[in-house]
């Protein structure tokens, strides 16, 4: 009788010590798919064969901060924007700590300073009338995205790495989107002209106005260079660098009247 | 006859058996009995935080919707391409209420000067036949007859919604530049209007496409469907800010003397003649207070 007790004892016991050890084994493994979610809890998101899964509260996060976050190439290496108004945003929507934050900032910048380098390099321009440009911007081959890509992913791990790519839009990082969300590479046409005002409104009218229009296919965006400097406008820096940056611009704008008396 | 000495050594084999057996039992039922039987212990606390929608089987919604039905109690897929287009051009896609309420179309069309300069802003149109579904039908891949399909089911809900609410509305000013148009009694009929828009999208699209559509159009938003519209007007510094949750606020210089109530097409439908002068007055009488 005591032997069937002291068998049970044990018995019990080694469920115990059993318990304990299955929780030490299982400590050691790492299951990608809870780390992924843990650190899109703030953002729960992924991928899975091509396809993109969110929750609906996700999803008017994702879709929301994609657009007032806008990450972009820009807004990290372009004047002014150290870090740019979207990152802590986007940051802190992701969770990351400020350490996290902090290399996911280096990173973004030395990609965006890297993609504008080449650029620099390899965009074609021709002056094809006074005041007036021909860019064209060659593929990289995906090039820059990888190697972002590849820079997180060694930063983060692949689990962070991958709802970081899905809610940057880092396909779309490097583009133009000024222009178009979509536009990477391709050719444009940037034409400037010096604003003068005549009639009566010429007082009211500012006295330096270049106005600069960018066309890509056949959609056109303007603006205008105010106070005589680029930087205010994202997509101007970035082209203008290819150009030969603001005063280039300014010199080539040939005079052109608006108003008049009639 | 077995000496005790032996007895006691077979006691001792027999519990040491019993342990050795208990520890496999016990390492072998833990995984078992952990939910999601693979989240590792070390992960526990954090997978607390992991929405239970995500660390279960499938992703559902967090319920913070407030339509019960069945699009929502799923959560969404979409393809890369989707998912692309939806971070870069999402505003293209969404569909007003106000234009399956009032049975139109909102064109905004450049308006450019100088050919070649760029456009200089929008003139906008208001026609009639429903909403432009083109941008989503687009994104969802639909052919011609389910689009037919889908127009026809939001002209229906467009009807009904406007009748329900067009019948029941009613204005109460609170004299703080603040008023509430609620819906009486018929807050069911509104839900199942609600409701019943989700059932025949499920019915003309199926399931998934169903739930993509009413994301990524936010044709109804948490502010479409609560119980009561609220209508504010807010003095900022010299700015007068006039909000209905929902529509695009209109913000005007204070003393500009013009109020564009016409811009809040969603509460047209209902006939009211609100006093936007006096949320105006009242607004300014708080400000003024403070």
Known sequence: MKTIWKALAGWTAG???????????????????????????????????????????????????????????????????????????????????????????????????????????????????????????????????????????????RELAQPIELSADLDGFFNLEEIDPD???????????????????????????????VQSEDKIVTFHLGDGSLSGNQLGWRLGRLIGGDQVIRDSAPDHVLGGTN | MPSPAIDRRKSWGTTALAVVLGIGTGFALRPLTSPGSAHPAAYSSQASEVPASIAGAGIQTSGATKLRSRTTEDGLTFSRKQWRELQRKSPALQIDLADC??????????????????????????TDGGPALEPITAFLGLDETKEERLRETLKRFGERLRQIERENAQLEYRSDGTARIGFGG?????????DR??????????????????????????????????????????????????????IVPRDSGSIPKDMFMRVQHLGLDIDWRRLVEEAEAKASKR
């Not at chain 1, 444009?188 to 009566?200: A, C, F, I, V």
């Not at chain 2, 009032?102 to 208001?126: A, C, F, H, M």
């Not at chain 2, 018929?186 to 609600?194: D, L, T, Y």
């Open chain 2, 186 to 194: 018929e807050i069911a009929s509104r839900h199942e209007a609600f």
């Open chain 1, 183 to 213: 536009f990477r590479h391709g050719t444009l046409r940037l034409r400037t002209r010096h604003e003068k005002m005549e009639g009566p409104l010429a007082s009211t009218f500012p006295p330096d106005h270049v106005r600069v229009a």
């Open chain 2, 101 to 126: 309420l009032l049975w139109q179309r909102t064109i905004e069309t450049p308006v450019e000067n100088d050919p070649g300069w760029g456009s200089d802003g929008y003139s906008t149109k208001k």
């Open chain 2, 197 to 250: 828009l989700d059932g025949e999208l499920v019915e003309s699209l199926g399931a998934r496409d169903a739930s993509r559509f009413l994301a990524a159009t936010r044709l109804l938003p948490d502010e479409a469907t609560a119980d009561a519209i609220e209508l504010k007007v807010s003095m900022t510094g010299n700015f007068l800010s006039m909000a209905i949750p929902g529509s695009i606020e209109a």
């Open chain 1, 15 to 157: 469920i115990a010590v059993g318990w304990s050890l299955a929780g030490l084994r299982t400590t050691e493994t790492k299951s990608p798919e809870v780390t992924a979610t843990r650190v899109g809890s703030l953002f729960p998101i992924r991928s899975q064969d091509d396809q993109i899964q969110i929750d609906k509260v996700g999803f008017t996060k994702a879709v929301g901060l994609s657009f007032t976050s806008g990450l972009s190439c820009e807004r990290y290496a372009g004047p002014g924007a150290t870090p740019p108004t979207g990152h802590t945003v986007f940051t802190t929507s992701l969770g990351l700590d400020s350490r996290q934050a902090e290399a996911f900032h280096r990173i973004f910048k030395e990609a965006s300073e890297a993609r504008l380098a080449w650029e620099k390099e390899n965009a074609r321009v021709k002056e094809i009338a006074p005041g007036e440009w021909e860019i064209q911007i060659p593929g990289d081959g995906g090039t820059a995205d990888r190697q972002l890509m590849e820079k997180l992913t060694q930063a983060f791990g």
